[in-house]
T-cell receptor, first 116, second 115 residues
Framework: AQKITQTQPGMFVQEKEAVTLDCTYD???????LFWYKQPSSGEMIFLIY??????QNATEGRYSLNFQKARKSANLVISASQLGDSAMYFCAMREGLSGNNRLAFGKGNQVVVIP | DTGVSQNPRHKITKRGQNVTFRCDPI?????LYWYRQTLGQGPEFLTY????????KSRLLSDRFSAERPKGSFSTLEIQRTEQGDSAMYLCASSFSTSGRGEQFFGPGTRLTVL
């Protein structure tokens, strides 16, 4: 069964505007972590932001914030003030459990193109 | 800190040949992961090492695949008798086991094309 669902089609966003990328997840484990990674055309996966299942506040890292709605099992990424360099694929991922191998389960990704 | 490095960056091979990829993790990281990413998909977990011990292998990792991490430093991933379905990006990641978040840092990947 798919653990991470990202279903939005490719998105075009105007430079300096905000964009929200949807992510829903499925787990029965009460302890988990959620991650967002950026993959530009060069191929490298770049870690952006993390949200733990027990965190009381939504995570923020610079222009990135995570809208964590635990009851709905969603962890949407918000990129504020988009820049041309934000054009990339964005992947949501989940780690189940507090310990163990920390393997990540990824969604299929969201394509974002920032236009000037 | 030079980050995770992978070699080669690109590999083109003929079906039936063997290939080997190398990953050098961030030096203080004791965990190392291999993932495979096909076109239009997110990365899929293949295997994981803590230090030199291979602790888990995905069912995606057929008998033709073998991974090693001698001395708990760099790792190699070998594919024997390559098939066209093995064409993909192979990503290596590393992390530090005591990191509360457990975020993984990825290398640039090795893109394999099997003709």
């Amino acid at each position: 069964a798919q653990k991470i669902t990202q279903t939005q089609p490719g998105m075009f966003v105007q430079e300096k505007e905000a964009v929200t990328l949807d992510c829903t997840y499925d787990t029965s484990d009460p302890s988990y972590g959620l991650f967002w990674y950026k993959q530009p055309s060069s191929g490298e996966m770049i870690f952006l932001i993390y949200q733990g299942s027990y965190d009381q506040q939504n995570a923020t890292e610079g222009r990135y914030s995570l809208n964590f709605q635990k009851a709905r099992k969603s962890a949407n990424l918000v990129i504020s003030a988009s820049q041309l360099g934000d054009s990339a694929m964005y992947f949501c991922a989940m780690r189940e459990g507090l310990s163990g191998n920390n393997r990540l389960a990824f969604g299929k990704g969201n394509q974002v193109v920032v236009i000037p | 800190d030079t980050g995770v490095s992978q070699n080669p960056r690109h590999k083109i091979t003929k079906r039936g040949q063997n290939v080997t990829f190398r990953c050098d993790p961030i030096s203080e990281h004791n965990r190392l992961y291999w993932y495979r990413q096909t076109l239009g998909q997110g990365p899929e977990f293949l295997t994981y090492f803590q230090n030199e011990a291979q602790l888990e292998k995905s069912r995606l990792l057929s008998d033709r695949f073998s991974a090693e991490r001698p001395k708990g430093s760099f790792s190699t991933l070998e594919i024997q008798r390559t098939e066209q379905g093995d064409s993909a990006m192979y990503l290596c990641a590393s992390s530090f086991s005591t990191s509360g978040r457990g975020e993984q840092f990825f290398g640039p990947g090795t893109r394999l094309t099997v003709l």
